[in-house]
């Protein structure tokens, strides 16, 4: 019986275990550097992340649940090295955008949707980490 149970748990970590959480590294412009990682869990994407100027930097990372649907995005818009855009998803539905307006790795603007149809907006126009204006389109 011990020696059953060994053998289980060996087994399970040497085949089962890479076969439920594996990456991927791919050089899609064939210059020797990677810049597409691919992240799998029981056999499904869980997460993409790219560098889509091939500045060694990633540009773009897109999750995924066990479903197959989309549950963020964050995205490097102005290509310094830093994320500065980002999505969040429910049920397929885009809910809410974070925006980081002036790059200083702060979020400074909150948009919150319903899939096309924006609900309500917050920015924070001084940069101080304080909402300064909120639009509630919910309430007109």
Same mark, same amino acid.
């Given at each position: 019986?011990?020696?059953?149970?060994?053998?289980?748990?060996?087994?399970?970590?040497?085949?089962?275990?890479?076969?439920?959480?594996?990456?991927?590294?791919?050089?899609?412009?064939?210059?020797?550097?990677?810049?597409?990682?691919?992240?799998?869990?029981? !056999?499904?994407? $869980? *997460?993409?992340?790219? /560098?889509? +100027?091939? %500045? &060694?930097?990633? #540009?773009?990372?897109?999750? @995924?649940?066990?479903? !197959?649907?989309? $549950? *963020?995005?964050?995205? /490097?818009? +102005?290509? %310094? &090295?830093?994320? #500065?855009?980002?999505?969040? @998803?429910?049920?397929?539905?885009?809910?809410?955008?974070?925006?980081?307006?002036?790059?200083?790795?702060?979020?400074?603007?909150?948009?919150?949707?319903?899939?096309?149809?924006?609900?309500?907006?917050?920015?924070?126009?001084?940069?101080?980490?304080?909402?300064?204006?909120?639009?509630?389109?919910?309430?007109?």
């Amino acid at each position: 019986m011990k020696r059953l149970l060994i053998f289980q748990a060996i087994f399970f970590i040497v085949i089962a275990l890479p076969l439920y959480s594996q990456s991927r590294e791919d050089d899609t412009n064939s210059d020797g550097k990677t810049d597409r990682w691919v992240s799998l869990s029981g !056999g499904h994407v $869980t *997460e993409v992340s790219l /560098d889509k +100027n091939f %500045d &060694g930097n990633i #540009d773009y990372i897109v999750k @995924y649940n066990k479903n !197959g649907n989309k $549950t *963020e995005e964050h995205q /490097d818009y +102005n290509l %310094d &090295g830093k994320l #500065d855009d980002f999505y969040f @998803y429910s049920n397929g539905k885009m809910i809410r955008r974070e925006i980081d307006s002036n790059y200083d790795e702060k979020v400074d603007i909150w948009v919150y949707l319903d899939g096309v149809y924006i609900n309500k907006y917050e920015k924070d126009t001084d940069f101080d980490g304080e909402v300064d204006v909120v639009k509630d389109y919910t309430k007109e």
